[in-house]
């Protein structure tokens, strides 16, 4: 997929900018509603660790996964790229 139409770091960019605005949309409508989402938000380093060693076995997979050349994993990610690729650029 080296001649692909999408260069991997924008669409990563892009995902993560969408993911944000969900983020953002939520707090929104949590305003609206008069719902105070950081009322019980504690910052400890427990709660950091716990975020990051679950986040990391995902970012393994999903970084290894774009490695791989596997006929399957091709047919997925050329899947994903035509269904959700034009909603992301």
Known sequence: MSNS???FE????AACFFESSLALLALILAWLAGINPMISLELTWQALTYGV?????LLVM????????APAIQQI???LLATLGPMLS
């Open 5 to 7: 139409w999408y260069k």
């Open 53 to 57: 060693l679950g986040t990391l076995p």
């Open 62 to 69: 999903f970084f290894s996964l774009h490695q791989v050349s």
């Open 77 to 79: 990610r050329h899947l």
């Open 10 to 13: 924008s669409l990563f960019a």
